[in-house]
């Protein structure tokens, strides 16, 4: 068994591996790949937990795949991460842009309300509506004249 950094087996006890080593990364049906620092101990699901608060998805998602031999079988969470590893349930190593239902709102479509309208385009995000409760821009200012 496993216990904070020390193998137990019969009466024997030993540490873990601290020695460096590295894990190439590579997403299935893609050419992106990284290549991770890691001990030799170092277990499939440590891996996972570190790609999965970088990426911020859920552990779940992800699926490890190592070749064996002429086969290729996914690791499981308590094994040692392999040298190459094909992972799966990710597009990219990047963290995806977070997408929401709804649109953003500006209300008001006086000076400030158009002005944020132009910010938003500026920086090319164009899923946002303008309100108004007059019929016309301009706001306040513009209808009491």
């Not at 990364?25 to 699901?45: D, F, G, K, Q, R």
């Amino acid at each position: 068994t496993a216990a904070k950094g020390r193998l137990v087996s019969e009466g024997a006890v030993q540490d873990f591996s601290k020695t460096p080593a590295s894990t190439e990364l590579s997403i299935a049906n893609s050419e992106e790949s990284i290549t991770l620092p890691v001990m030799v101990a170092t277990t499939v699901w440590d891996v996972k937990e570190m790609l999965c608060e970088r990426l911020g998805i859920e552990t779940n998602v992800l699926h490890f795949y190592t070749k064996q031999g002429c086969y290729v079988r996914e690791q499981q969470d308590c094994e040692e991460i392999r040298r190459k590893v094909t992972v799966k349930g990710i597009k990219s190593f990047l963290r995806a842009r977070m997408e929401y239902d709804h649109p953003l709102a500006v209300i008001g479509a006086g000076h400030i309300g158009l002005r944020q309208a132009m910010v938003f385009l500026k920086y090319k995000e164009t899923n946002f509506v303008v309100f108004d409760r007059k019929p016309k821009v301009g706001g306040q200012s513009w209808w009491d004249q």
